[in-house]
C-alpha cells in the first residue's frame, strides 16, 4: 500500500510542477486520474477501498523574467517532459556540457529525471552551446528551454 502511495504523491508533484491540469496512469492493477482541477484531487479506481492523500489545490502562474525574453541567437533545445534538470551523470561527475563546448548530433547534454527515470537528452544538431537556461536540479517543464546552441 505504502508503494502506490509513494508512486501518487509523485504523479501529484510532476503535475504540480508542469503545465498539464490532469494526468492519468495505471499501475499495480490499479488506475489513477490527477487533476488540478479545485475540488478534484485524485480518483482512484480499484477493488480495494483507498483512501488518497490530502493535497492543497494548487494554481500555476507564469511568471517571465528579463533573462527568458531575450533569447541568444541560435537554436533552442527543448525539454520533452517535465521532470528535474541534471547537467552531469552524478554530484561528483563533471557536466556533460558547458557554455562554449562544441557538440555533435545525438550527443547527451543533461539528464531529466522524472518519475524515477534517468531521460538522456541528447543534441539535435551540430553546433556550440551559447546557453545553459536552466540551474542544475531544477524543475523542467514540457517544451521549456534548456538550451541555447548556434548552429555549425
Given amino acids: 500500500m505504502k508503494k502506490w502511495q509513494d508512486k501518487l504523491k509523485e504523479i501529484i508533484y510532476i503535475l504540480e510542477q508542469s503545465e498539464v491540469n490532469e494526468i492519468e496512469v495505471k499501475f499495480w492493477g490499479r488506475s489513477f486520474r490527477v487533476s488540478k482541477s479545485p475540488g478534484i484531487v485524485s480518483s482512484v479506481t480499484s477493488s480495494a477501498p483507498v483512501v488518497a492523500p490530502e493535497v492543497p489545490s494548487t494554481s500555476v502562474s507564469q511568471e517571465v523574467s528579463k533573462s527568458e525574453s531575450v533569447e541568444p541567437e541560435g537554436e533552442s533545445v527543448l525539454s520533452p517532459m517535465p ?28 539528464i ?14 551540430d553546433g556550440v552551446i551559447t546557453k545553459i ?20
Fill in 112 to 125: 531529466i529525471e522524472a518519475m524515477k527515470i534517468m531521460n538522456e537528452i541528447e543534441s539535435e544538431l
Fill in 83 to 110: 521532470g528535474t534538470f541534471y547537467i552531469a551523470p552524478s554530484p561528483d561527475d563533471p557536466p556533460f556540457v558547458k557554455v562554449g563546448d562544441s557538440v555533435k548530433k545525438g550527443q547527451t547534454l543533461c
Fill in 133 to 152: 537556461l536552466v540551474d542544475d536540479s531544477g524543475a523542467v517543464e514540457f517544451n521549456q528551454p534548456l538550451f541555447i546552441i548556434n548552429p555549425a
